[in-house]
Protein backbone atom coordinates (compact mmCIF):
# COMPACT_ATOMS: atom_id res chain seq x y z
CA UNK A 1 0.00 0.00 0.00
CA UNK A 2 1.61 3.51 -1.26
CA UNK A 3 2.26 6.12 1.19
CA UNK A 4 -0.92 8.22 0.27
CA UNK A 5 -3.69 5.17 0.38
CA UNK A 6 -1.92 4.10 3.96
CA UNK A 7 -2.55 8.11 4.96
CA UNK A 8 -6.19 7.81 3.26
CA UNK A 9 -6.70 4.29 4.88
CA UNK A 10 -5.52 5.51 8.33
CA UNK A 11 -8.25 8.29 8.37
CA UNK A 12 -11.05 6.49 6.64
CA UNK A 13 -14.19 5.91 9.12
CA UNK A 14 -14.77 2.32 10.80
CA UNK A 15 -17.94 1.15 9.32
CA UNK A 16 -19.30 -1.51 12.22
CA UNK A 17 -19.30 -1.94 16.08
CA UNK A 18 -18.06 -4.55 17.03
CA UNK A 19 -17.31 -7.03 20.50
CA UNK A 20 -13.64 -9.12 20.11
CA UNK A 21 -12.97 -10.92 23.54
CA UNK A 22 -9.57 -12.61 25.09
CA UNK A 23 -7.02 -10.95 22.74
CA UNK A 24 -4.12 -12.30 21.94
CA UNK A 25 -1.12 -10.33 24.03
CA UNK A 26 2.52 -9.98 22.67
CA UNK A 27 4.92 -9.43 25.76
CA UNK A 28 3.55 -8.94 28.88
CA UNK A 29 0.54 -6.99 29.79
CA UNK A 30 1.65 -5.29 33.62
CA UNK A 31 -0.82 -6.92 35.55
CA UNK A 32 -0.96 -4.13 38.05
CA UNK A 33 -2.91 -2.68 35.08
CA UNK A 34 -6.81 -3.05 35.86
CA UNK A 35 -8.98 -0.84 33.93
CA UNK A 36 -9.85 0.37 30.26
CA UNK A 37 -8.31 2.43 27.79
CA UNK A 38 -11.04 4.42 25.77
CA UNK A 39 -9.95 6.67 23.14
CA UNK A 40 -12.82 9.18 21.13
CA UNK A 41 -12.46 10.36 17.62
CA UNK A 42 -14.16 11.70 14.83
CA UNK A 43 -16.27 8.54 13.05
CA UNK A 44 -19.31 9.67 10.26
CA UNK A 45 -21.86 7.01 10.34
CA UNK A 46 -21.74 5.35 7.12
CA UNK A 47 -23.77 7.66 4.47
CA UNK A 48 -23.20 10.27 6.42
CA UNK A 49 -22.39 13.97 4.18
CA UNK A 50 -18.93 14.34 3.81
CA UNK A 51 -17.94 17.17 6.36
CA UNK A 52 -14.80 18.83 8.23
CA UNK A 53 -13.01 15.82 10.31
CA UNK A 54 -13.83 17.94 13.63
CA UNK A 55 -17.52 17.61 13.14
CA UNK A 56 -18.11 13.98 12.90
CA UNK A 57 -19.86 11.75 14.45
CA UNK A 58 -18.11 10.29 18.17
CA UNK A 59 -17.07 6.97 17.98
CA UNK A 60 -15.01 5.26 21.48
CA UNK A 61 -12.68 2.42 20.71
CA UNK A 62 -12.19 0.75 24.59
CA UNK A 63 -10.07 -1.79 25.73
CA UNK A 64 -10.24 -3.86 28.90
CA UNK A 65 -7.15 -4.76 30.55
CA UNK A 66 -7.72 -7.28 33.70
CA UNK A 67 -4.45 -9.14 35.75
CA UNK A 68 -2.25 -8.95 32.52
CA UNK A 69 -4.83 -10.30 30.05
CA UNK A 70 -6.65 -8.27 26.88
CA UNK A 71 -10.43 -9.01 28.03
CA UNK A 72 -12.09 -7.16 25.61
CA UNK A 73 -11.91 -4.42 22.71
CA UNK A 74 -15.05 -2.70 21.55
CA UNK A 75 -16.15 -0.03 19.82
CA UNK A 76 -19.11 2.07 19.76
CA UNK A 77 -20.39 5.42 18.11
CA UNK A 78 -21.85 7.52 20.86
CA UNK A 79 -25.03 8.05 20.91
CA UNK A 80 -25.95 11.69 21.15
CA UNK A 81 -29.12 13.04 19.74
CA UNK A 82 -27.34 14.21 16.43
CA UNK A 83 -26.44 10.72 15.79
CA UNK A 84 -30.01 8.70 16.93
CA UNK A 85 -32.54 11.80 16.01
CA UNK A 86 -30.25 13.86 13.52
CA UNK A 87 -31.16 16.27 16.28
CA UNK A 88 -30.28 20.01 14.94
CA UNK A 89 -27.56 21.75 16.69
CA UNK A 90 -28.72 25.45 15.67
CA UNK A 91 -32.56 25.16 16.31
CA UNK A 92 -34.59 27.54 13.87
CA UNK A 93 -34.51 30.93 15.64
CA UNK A 94 -30.52 30.85 15.31
CA UNK A 95 -29.83 29.56 19.23
CA UNK A 96 -27.77 26.71 19.72
CA UNK A 97 -29.13 22.97 21.46
CA UNK A 98 -26.64 22.76 23.75
CA UNK A 99 -27.98 19.02 24.19
CA UNK A 100 -26.91 18.60 20.85
CA UNK A 101 -23.15 17.23 19.92
CA UNK A 102 -21.11 15.23 18.33
CA UNK A 103 -18.91 14.24 21.42
CA UNK A 104 -16.04 13.02 19.60
CA UNK A 105 -12.76 14.75 21.34
CA UNK A 106 -12.38 13.25 24.79
CA UNK A 107 -13.02 11.09 27.12
CA UNK A 108 -12.51 11.64 30.97
CA UNK A 109 -13.65 9.67 34.04
CA UNK A 110 -14.64 12.22 37.15
CA UNK A 111 -16.73 11.80 39.66
CA UNK A 112 -17.89 8.47 39.43
CA UNK A 113 -19.00 9.20 35.83
CA UNK A 114 -17.41 8.99 32.10
CA UNK A 115 -17.88 11.60 30.05
CA UNK A 116 -17.54 11.67 25.88
CA UNK A 117 -16.72 15.58 25.38
CA UNK A 118 -16.86 17.93 22.31
CA UNK A 119 -16.05 21.70 22.95
CA UNK A 120 -19.44 22.84 21.54
CA UNK A 121 -22.11 21.22 23.86
CA UNK A 122 -22.71 19.69 26.99
CA UNK A 123 -21.08 16.61 27.83
CA UNK A 124 -22.47 12.87 27.47
CA UNK A 125 -22.32 10.59 30.10
CA UNK A 126 -21.31 6.62 28.62
CA UNK A 127 -20.63 3.28 30.53
CA UNK A 128 -17.52 1.73 30.96
CA UNK A 129 -18.84 -0.95 28.07
CA UNK A 130 -19.13 2.24 26.10
CA UNK A 131 -22.85 2.45 25.82
CA UNK A 132 -24.06 5.93 26.01
CA UNK A 133 -26.14 7.06 29.27
CA UNK A 134 -27.45 10.41 28.06
CA UNK A 135 -26.84 13.86 27.87
CA UNK A 136 -24.90 15.19 31.25
CA UNK A 137 -25.06 18.91 32.39
CA UNK A 138 -24.18 18.38 36.10
CA UNK A 139 -27.60 18.21 37.79
CA UNK A 140 -28.82 20.92 35.62
CA UNK A 141 -25.84 23.17 36.83
CA UNK A 142 -23.76 23.65 33.70
CA UNK A 143 -25.88 26.49 31.64
CA UNK A 144 -22.85 26.59 28.64
CA UNK A 145 -20.77 24.26 26.54
CA UNK A 146 -18.08 22.38 28.19
CA UNK A 147 -14.69 22.06 26.79
CA UNK A 148 -12.80 18.41 25.80
CA UNK A 149 -10.22 19.39 27.86
CA UNK A 150 -10.86 20.13 31.37
CA UNK A 151 -8.05 19.48 33.74
CA UNK A 152 -8.03 17.61 37.33
CA UNK A 153 -5.64 18.92 39.75
CA UNK A 154 -3.72 16.67 41.46
CA UNK A 155 -3.70 18.87 44.77
CA UNK A 156 -7.20 19.41 45.25
CA UNK A 157 -8.88 16.28 43.02
CA UNK A 158 -10.97 19.16 41.80
CA UNK A 159 -12.06 19.31 37.91
CA UNK A 160 -10.91 22.66 36.21
CA UNK A 161 -13.07 23.44 32.86
CA UNK A 162 -14.30 26.15 30.70
CA UNK A 163 -16.76 26.69 27.48
CA UNK A 164 -17.02 29.00 24.69
CA UNK A 165 -19.73 30.21 24.10
CA UNK A 166 -20.18 30.89 20.28
CA UNK A 167 -22.99 33.26 20.04
CA UNK A 168 -22.56 35.24 21.63
CA UNK A 169 -19.19 35.29 22.35
CA UNK A 170 -18.57 34.30 26.19
CA UNK A 171 -16.07 32.54 27.51
CA UNK A 172 -17.08 30.62 31.43
CA UNK A 173 -14.69 28.92 33.86
CA UNK A 174 -15.92 26.10 35.88
CA UNK A 175 -14.38 24.23 38.89
CA UNK A 176 -16.40 20.69 39.81
CA UNK A 177 -15.23 19.20 43.20
CA UNK A 178 -14.12 15.73 43.41
CA UNK A 179 -17.25 14.19 43.59
CA UNK A 180 -18.61 15.94 40.21
CA UNK A 181 -20.56 18.59 42.00
CA UNK A 182 -20.11 22.33 40.09
CA UNK A 183 -19.28 24.68 42.25
CA UNK A 184 -18.50 27.31 40.32
CA UNK A 185 -19.27 28.90 36.71
CA UNK A 186 -17.50 32.43 36.57
CA UNK A 187 -17.10 34.75 33.86
CA UNK A 188 -14.11 35.68 31.93
CA UNK A 189 -14.85 38.91 29.62
CA UNK A 190 -13.51 38.37 26.35
CA UNK A 191 -13.17 40.00 23.03
CA UNK A 192 -15.36 37.44 20.86
CA UNK A 193 -15.48 33.97 20.04
CA UNK A 194 -12.53 32.45 19.28
CA UNK A 195 -11.76 28.14 18.79
CA UNK A 196 -10.30 28.11 22.37
CA UNK A 197 -9.60 23.79 22.61
CA UNK A 198 -7.79 24.08 25.56
CA UNK A 199 -6.08 25.95 28.71
CA UNK A 200 -3.52 25.49 31.32
CA UNK A 201 -3.79 25.20 34.99
CA UNK A 202 -1.20 26.26 37.94
CA UNK A 203 -1.05 25.60 41.65
CA UNK A 204 -3.28 29.72 41.80
CA UNK A 205 -4.29 30.11 38.49
CA UNK A 206 -6.06 29.40 35.52
CA UNK A 207 -4.01 29.97 31.91
CA UNK A 208 -7.13 31.21 28.60
CA UNK A 209 -5.44 31.32 25.36
CA UNK A 210 -7.55 33.48 23.07
CA UNK A 211 -6.03 33.43 19.61
CA UNK A 212 -7.07 34.65 16.07
CA UNK A 213 -9.29 31.26 14.94
CA UNK A 214 -12.37 33.40 15.47
CA UNK A 215 -15.60 32.21 15.36
CA UNK A 216 -17.47 32.79 11.56
CA UNK A 217 -21.31 32.53 11.53
CA UNK A 218 -21.52 32.69 7.66
CA UNK A 219 -19.09 29.93 7.45
CA UNK A 220 -21.41 28.20 10.20
CA UNK A 221 -24.41 28.82 8.04
CA UNK A 222 -22.42 27.39 4.92
CA UNK A 223 -22.41 23.91 6.84
CA UNK A 224 -18.29 24.40 7.48
CA UNK A 225 -16.28 24.52 10.00
CA UNK A 226 -17.26 28.07 11.16
CA UNK A 227 -13.50 29.26 12.56
CA UNK A 228 -11.20 31.33 10.43
CA UNK A 229 -7.44 32.53 10.85
CA UNK A 230 -8.26 36.76 11.34
CA UNK A 231 -5.29 38.94 11.06
CA UNK A 232 -7.01 41.75 13.18
CA UNK A 233 -8.08 39.99 16.16
CA UNK A 234 -4.18 39.35 17.63
CA UNK A 235 -3.31 37.22 20.32
CA UNK A 236 -3.22 36.67 24.42
CA UNK A 237 -2.68 34.88 27.59
CA UNK A 238 -5.68 34.94 30.19
CA UNK A 239 -4.49 34.64 33.51
CA UNK A 240 -7.39 34.46 36.24
CA UNK A 241 -6.61 33.91 40.05
CA UNK A 242 -8.16 30.30 40.17
CA UNK A 243 -9.26 30.87 43.97
CA UNK A 244 -10.27 34.45 43.94
CA UNK A 245 -13.84 34.82 41.75
CA UNK A 246 -13.58 38.27 41.96
CA UNK A 247 -10.58 38.85 40.84
CA UNK A 248 -10.22 40.78 37.21
CA UNK A 249 -8.52 38.74 34.39
CA UNK A 250 -5.13 39.92 33.66
CA UNK A 251 -4.50 39.79 29.79
CA UNK A 252 -0.69 39.13 28.26
CA UNK A 253 -0.25 40.30 24.62
CA UNK A 254 1.82 37.41 22.13
CA UNK A 255 2.85 36.83 18.96
CA UNK A 256 -0.01 35.63 16.51
CA UNK A 257 -0.68 32.12 16.92
CA UNK A 258 -2.66 29.06 17.14
CA UNK A 259 -2.50 26.08 19.93
CA UNK A 260 -4.37 23.49 20.65
CA UNK A 261 -2.99 21.89 23.41
CA UNK A 262 -0.91 22.18 26.32
CA UNK A 263 2.01 20.12 27.68
CA UNK A 264 1.80 21.52 31.60
CA UNK A 265 2.50 24.52 33.39
CA UNK A 266 3.83 25.75 36.36
CA UNK A 267 4.48 28.94 38.60
CA UNK A 268 7.67 29.64 39.60
CA UNK A 269 7.43 32.90 42.13
CA UNK A 270 5.67 35.56 40.16
CA UNK A 271 6.50 34.04 36.70
CA UNK A 272 3.87 31.77 35.09
CA UNK A 273 5.76 28.65 32.44
CA UNK A 274 3.25 27.60 30.13
CA UNK A 275 4.46 24.65 27.43
CA UNK A 276 2.28 24.28 24.31
CA UNK A 277 2.66 22.68 20.66
CA UNK A 278 2.15 26.30 18.88
CA UNK A 279 1.08 26.78 14.72
CA UNK A 280 2.65 29.68 13.72
CA UNK A 281 -1.38 30.12 12.23
CA UNK A 282 -3.65 27.69 11.04
CA UNK A 283 -6.72 27.97 9.02
CA UNK A 284 -5.94 31.41 6.71
CA UNK A 285 -7.51 29.77 3.81
CA UNK A 286 -9.76 26.81 4.58
CA UNK A 287 -9.92 24.89 7.26
CA UNK A 288 -8.38 21.33 6.61
CA UNK A 289 -5.05 21.50 6.73
CA UNK A 290 -3.06 21.35 9.58
CA UNK A 291 0.67 23.28 9.17
CA UNK A 292 4.01 22.13 10.90
CA UNK A 293 3.89 23.11 14.54
CA UNK A 294 6.62 23.24 17.29
CA UNK A 295 7.35 22.71 21.06
CA UNK A 296 6.95 26.06 22.53
CA UNK A 297 7.33 27.59 25.62
CA UNK A 298 5.65 31.28 26.93
CA UNK A 299 7.29 32.54 30.15
CA UNK A 300 4.41 34.98 31.61
CA UNK A 301 6.04 37.65 33.83
CA UNK A 302 3.28 38.97 36.53
CA UNK A 303 5.19 41.73 37.61
CA UNK A 304 6.54 43.07 34.74
CA UNK A 305 3.56 42.10 32.06
CA UNK A 306 5.78 40.88 29.81
CA UNK A 307 5.94 37.22 28.41
CA UNK A 308 8.82 35.84 26.36
CA UNK A 309 8.99 33.17 24.09
CA UNK A 310 11.26 30.27 22.72
CA UNK A 311 11.42 27.16 20.77
CA UNK A 312 12.00 24.23 22.65
CA UNK A 313 11.85 22.19 19.63
CA UNK A 314 11.20 22.50 16.17
CA UNK A 315 9.87 19.10 14.94
CA UNK A 316 6.73 18.77 14.15
CA UNK A 317 4.55 17.03 16.84
CA UNK A 318 0.55 16.62 18.76
CA UNK A 319 -1.01 15.63 21.52
CA UNK A 320 0.97 16.65 24.55
CA UNK A 321 0.92 14.52 27.52
CA UNK A 322 2.67 14.78 30.98
CA UNK A 323 2.40 12.85 33.73
CA UNK A 324 -1.08 14.46 35.22
CA UNK A 325 0.09 13.90 38.84
CA UNK A 326 2.55 16.62 37.83
CA UNK A 327 -0.58 18.75 36.20
CA UNK A 328 0.16 22.42 37.50
CA UNK A 329 3.96 21.73 38.83
CA UNK A 330 7.31 21.60 38.52
CA UNK A 331 7.44 18.74 35.62
CA UNK A 332 10.47 17.48 33.86
CA UNK A 333 9.27 14.73 31.12
CA UNK A 334 6.41 15.56 28.00
CA UNK A 335 5.32 13.14 25.90
CA UNK A 336 3.90 14.27 22.38
CA UNK A 337 3.09 12.08 19.43
CA UNK A 338 5.28 13.14 15.77
CA UNK A 339 3.88 11.82 12.30
CA UNK A 340 6.60 11.58 9.71
CA UNK A 341 9.29 11.38 11.77
CA UNK A 342 10.31 7.93 10.05
CA UNK A 343 9.08 7.87 7.12
CA UNK A 344 5.88 8.95 5.08
CA UNK A 345 3.17 8.21 7.00
CA UNK A 346 4.41 6.85 9.95
CA UNK A 347 5.57 8.41 13.22
CA UNK A 348 7.05 8.21 16.73
CA UNK A 349 6.28 8.70 20.21
CA UNK A 350 8.51 10.82 21.71
CA UNK A 351 9.60 11.84 24.94
CA UNK A 352 10.79 15.12 26.22
CA UNK A 353 13.88 15.69 28.97
CA UNK A 354 13.06 19.18 29.59
CA UNK A 355 15.21 19.87 32.54
CA UNK A 356 18.20 18.60 29.61
CA UNK A 357 16.99 19.87 26.81
CA UNK A 358 16.74 16.67 25.00
CA UNK A 359 14.33 13.99 23.85
CA UNK A 360 14.34 9.93 22.74
CA UNK A 361 12.12 8.95 20.76
CA UNK A 362 9.47 5.21 20.24
CA UNK A 363 9.56 5.28 16.11
CA UNK A 364 7.22 2.55 14.94
CA UNK A 365 7.62 1.16 11.33
CA UNK A 366 6.89 2.57 7.63
CA UNK A 367 3.52 2.88 7.68
CA UNK A 368 2.91 2.40 11.55
CA UNK A 369 0.52 5.24 13.25
CA UNK A 370 0.60 5.82 16.78
CA UNK A 371 -1.84 8.27 18.33
CA UNK A 372 -2.17 9.94 21.56
CA UNK A 373 0.28 8.35 23.99
CA UNK A 374 -1.27 8.55 27.90
CA UNK A 375 0.97 8.52 30.46
CA UNK A 376 -0.54 6.39 33.38
CA UNK A 377 1.74 5.77 36.79
CA UNK A 378 3.15 2.39 37.95
CA UNK A 379 4.82 4.15 40.92
CA UNK A 380 5.58 7.11 42.89
CA UNK A 381 8.15 9.49 40.85
CA UNK A 382 8.22 11.26 37.53
CA UNK A 383 8.84 8.75 34.39
CA UNK A 384 7.54 5.71 36.33
CA UNK A 385 4.89 3.93 34.13
CA UNK A 386 3.52 3.43 30.88
CA UNK A 387 2.34 4.79 27.62
CA UNK A 388 -0.56 3.46 26.23
CA UNK A 389 -1.87 4.07 22.61
CA UNK A 390 -2.89 2.82 19.55
CA UNK A 391 -1.12 2.62 16.68
CA UNK A 392 -2.44 1.52 13.25
CA UNK A 393 -0.59 -0.41 10.69
CA UNK A 394 -1.10 0.61 7.07
CA UNK A 395 0.46 -2.80 5.51
CA UNK A 396 -2.62 -5.08 7.45
CA UNK A 397 -5.18 -2.26 7.62
CA UNK A 398 -5.69 -2.95 11.09
CA UNK A 399 -4.63 -1.12 14.94
CA UNK A 400 -2.69 -2.74 18.33
CA UNK A 401 -2.96 -1.47 21.45
CA UNK A 402 0.14 -0.91 22.26
CA UNK A 403 2.02 0.19 25.95
CA UNK A 404 5.51 1.33 26.29
CA UNK A 405 7.35 1.90 29.24
CA UNK A 406 7.65 5.58 29.99
CA UNK A 407 11.24 5.37 31.40
CA UNK A 408 13.20 3.56 29.07
CA UNK A 409 11.01 4.82 25.68
CA UNK A 410 13.44 3.59 23.30
CA UNK A 411 13.05 0.11 24.38
CA UNK A 412 11.05 -2.46 22.28
CA UNK A 413 7.06 -2.39 24.12
CA UNK A 414 6.16 -3.88 27.23
CA UNK A 415 2.97 -5.64 25.39
CA UNK A 416 1.32 -5.79 21.97
CA UNK A 417 -2.39 -6.00 21.78
CA UNK A 418 -3.00 -6.98 17.84
CA UNK A 419 -6.59 -5.84 17.48
CA UNK A 420 -9.32 -7.21 14.49
CA UNK A 421 -9.73 -4.07 13.37
CA UNK A 422 -8.30 -0.39 12.66
CA UNK A 423 -8.74 2.17 14.66
CA UNK A 424 -8.92 5.31 12.55
CA UNK A 425 -7.33 8.58 13.20
CA UNK A 426 -8.97 9.80 16.10
CA UNK A 427 -8.22 12.46 19.24
CA UNK A 428 -7.98 11.82 22.86
CA UNK A 429 -8.37 8.92 25.46
CA UNK A 430 -7.25 8.30 28.80
CA UNK A 431 -6.47 4.83 31.13
CA UNK A 432 -10.11 4.55 33.15
CA UNK A 433 -8.30 2.65 35.61
CA UNK A 434 -10.88 0.69 38.37
CA UNK A 435 -9.10 1.91 41.52
CA UNK A 436 -8.93 5.49 40.52
CA UNK A 437 -10.50 7.25 43.58
CA UNK A 438 -10.99 10.33 41.14
CA UNK A 439 -13.10 8.12 38.67
FE1 LIG B 1 -7.76 18.28 21.71
Known amino acids: MG ?20 LPV ?12 IRNGPNPRPGAKPGHLFMGDGMLHGIRI ?21 APYVRMNGTLDLTVGVANTNIIGHGNRLLALVESSFPTEVTRELATTGVYDFAGALKGPFSAHPHRCPRTGELHGFGMQMRPGALTYYRIDAGGTLLESRNIPVRSATMMHDFAL ?111 DDRSIEFPRCDERLTGSAYRYGYAVAVDAVGKGSGEVRKYDLARG ?82
Not at 254 to 276: K, W
Not at 372 to 381: H, L, Q, R, S, T
Not at 403 to 429: E, K, M, N, Q, T
Request: with cysteine.
Open 3 to 22: PATAEATYATPVSAEIDAFD
Open 26 to 37: EGALPPELCGDY
Open 66 to 86: ENGRARAYRNRWVRTREFTEH
Open 202 to 312: TERYAIFMDLPVVFDMLLGMRGKFPYRWNDRYGARLGVVDRNDASAAVRWFEIEPCYVFHVMNAVEHGEQIVLDVVRYKELWRKGNDSFSPTTLHRFTIDLQTGSVSEATL
Open 358 to 439: SSSAHPFGPGQRPGEAVFVPAAAGEDAGWLMCYVYDAAVDRSSFVVLDASDIAAPPVAIVPLPVRVPLGFHGNWIADDATAN
